[in-house]
């Protein structure tokens, strides 16, 4: 049963520092990896999406990696600014016959302090 | 991308009552689903809605308890029966497949609190 964890749960940091958020799934067969960011109350916006042929995937200050063998993703933010602050989720998508599947992280809950 | 809307925005139930959550997307989509969340967690998948036929419910969720209809390919309705303040918690749709692009997008959701 693919298991999807993140690490830290939770991280404060100063504007301007550079982070990585971690992503560690236990089963490598996956169609590829989503990450999401959540604002309080709010739905999820899609930031980067990154196919399983794909090693690494960038949106302005965001640079997510996948290293399929090893089960593990780390998104990096450039410069972190206090409006990043928001809950990151990561999700892998399986397939089987067709149908596909997204389990989701349990989410880092980032707060950047002006 | 798509602009997803959900309706309700947010309701305060009774127990023993049912809601109805619509979401409409404004292209047609191959694939939707149906989100939980609940205070404090990650989302979990209740079902995919299909297209014409009966949804495809995860393990731990019930056609009788959450049934969904999805009559064509830009709207579905998620509708949370019998309910318990247990079913309180934030339900959102998404969608994927638009145009060949496989990233999921999700409606804003619908917060619900069961008294």
């Known amino acids: 049963k693919q298991e999807v964890t993140q690490i830290p749960a939770a991280l404060s940091v100063p504007e301007g520092e550079n982070l990585v958020l971690n992503c560690s799934f236990t089963d490598s067969a996956i169609y590829n990896l989503q990450w999401f960011r959540q604002d309080p109350g709010k739905g999820l916006t899609s930031l980067l999406l990154?196919?399983?042929?794909?090693r690494e995937q960038t949106s302005g200050r965001l640079n997510a990696s996948l290293d399929k063998s090893s089960g593990r993703s780390t998104l990096y933010i450039a410069a972190s600014q206090p409006g990043d602050s928001a809950t990151y989720l990561c999700?892998?998508?399986?397939?089987?016959?067709?149908?596909?599947?997204?389990?989701f992280g349990t989410g880092t809950r980032l707060k950047v302090l002006a | 991308s798509a602009v997803i809307s959900q309706k309700p925005s947010r309701d305060i139930c009774q127990r023993g009552t049912s809601l109805t959550i619509q979401c409409q997307v404004d292209s047609q989509v191959t694939m939707m689903f149906w989100y939980r969340q609940q205070p404090g967690q990650s989302l979990t998948l209740i079902a995919t809605a299909n297209q014409g036929s009966e949804a495809t419910y995860e393990s731990g969720f019930v056609i009788d308890k959450f049934p969904i209809s999805r009559p064509n390919l830009t709207f579905s309705t998620l509708t949370v029966s019998n309910m318990s303040p247990e079913d309180s918690s934030i339900y959102l749709c998404?969608?994927?497949?638009?145009?060949?692009?496989?990233?999921?997008?999700f409606g804003p959701g619908t917060r619900l609190l069961v008294l």
């Open positions: 990154i196919q399983s042929s794909q």
């Open positions: 998404s969608l994927a497949g638009l145009a060949g692009d496989e990233t999921q997008y």
């Open positions: 999700a892998v998508t399986t397939t089987t016959s067709g149908t596909y599947k997204y389990i």
